[in-house]
Structures are given as C-alpha cells and as structure tokens.
C-alpha cells in the first residue's frame, strides 16, 4: 500500500512540475489584432575561455501590434521578468518588483538574464515574418516561401515547424567579441 501511495505521489509531483514549465497566456483584451504565443526557452552563452552559462524556462508572449508583454519564467513557473513595450518605450520588471525602463528592450531583457536576447525581433520572427530594420541578409524561404533562415540586427536565425500562427521552433545565434550566443524557443502548440 505504501509503495502504491508513493508512486501515485510522484507522478502528481511530475504532473505538477510539467504543468509549471510553461507559462500560461497572458490574458489580453481579446482583440483581432491580437498574438499570443506560449512556450519554452534555452539560453546558453559559450565564453572563448571555455566557460559556460546556461538558463531556461519559460515565456509567453502577447502583442496587440501597439503593445507588447513579454514574461519569462524559471522553470518551475515563477516569473522571473517581465517585459512591456510599446513604441519608444520599454518597462522590465523583475522578480523582486524592481523595475528598469529604457527605449530598447533588448537592452532591458540583456539586464534581467545578463545576456543579449532580440525581443524587438520576436515581434516579427514570431509570426514568420521579417521587419523592415535593420535589413535581414542571406535569407532563405522554405517550400511555402516561409523564412527558414536569415541575419537580421546581429542575430543568425532558424525558423521552423510553422503552425497556422508562425514558427514552432526558432534558433537564433549570435557571436560577440568574447563569447557565443544561443537562444532556442520552442512554442507550445495552440
């Protein structure tokens, strides 16, 4: 009997433990305009001395096309950060409730994880699609003339398994004078 409660006990912890990974959406006003996308992240920075630092969890995204909220969570689910955007204006604020803001929110988000992250990419590379600026290079389309690689602002990326809303999955990699940049997402589906 005992033995039949803890393994009924650690599958509950199990089941709880992946509910947390994900956030949940951020609530919107349910607008047409509206985007949301939910899932997991990995970050992982490779210095040049060998040296490497890793993080992840998970984000939710929401943009109303004026409006962007972006939470970034540990991966039990408490969020660690959270970013919102409109135009010339972003707000980060963390976890113990301090809060920065600035112009650029890749700058914040560089702050909250202590390396770089391209939100204001995200806002487009999340629907498969390619913002105007800076100009992306190398671009390569899929079968459905869909982005599935290009360098945008810095950033090489790698969208893949589109759904209905955008990619599913999105490499993007950048390398800096002393360490290597990777940040892989990869989106619930919806």
């Known amino acids: 009997m005992l033995a039949r409660w803890r393994a009924v006990l650690a599958a509950a912890l199990c089941l709880l433990l992946a509910a947390c990974v994900t956030p949940g959406r ?3 006003k349910g607008g047409a305009t509206e985007f949301s996308r939910v899932g ?8 040049d001395d060998g040296k490497q630092d890793a993080l992840q969890g998970g984000f939710s995204w929401l943009d109303d096309g004026r409006r ?5 969570t540990n991966p039990l689910g ?3 950060a959270r970013v919102e955007g ?4 972003a707000v980060l604020t963390k976890s113990d409730g301090s809060r920065l803001r600035a112009a650029d929110p890749d700058a914040l988000v560089a702050d909250a994880l202590g390396s770089s992250i391209p939100v204001s990419g995200l806002r487009d590379w999340l629907r498969g699609r390619l913002p105007d600026q800076p100009p992306a290079a190398q671009v390569q389309r899929d079968a459905s003339q869909r982005p599935a690689s290009f360098e945008q602002g810095g950033w090489q990326a790698r969208l893949s398994r589109y759904d ?24 619930d589906p919806s």
Do not use: K
């Not at 962007?68 to 970034?72: A, E, F, G, P, Q």
């Not at 409109?86 to 204006?89: A, F, H, T, V």
């Open 26 to 28: 951020i609530a919107g």
């Open 40 to 47: 997991r992240f990995a970050l992982t920075v490779t210095y």
């Open 68 to 72: 962007y909220v972006l939470d970034l």
């Open 78 to 80: 408490s969020t660690q």
């Open 86 to 89: 409109q135009p010339g204006m």
């Open 164 to 187: 209905d809303m955008g990619p599913q999955v999105l490499v993007l990699e950048r390398r800096e004078p002393d360490r290597r940049i990777l940040l892989r997402l990869v989106v």
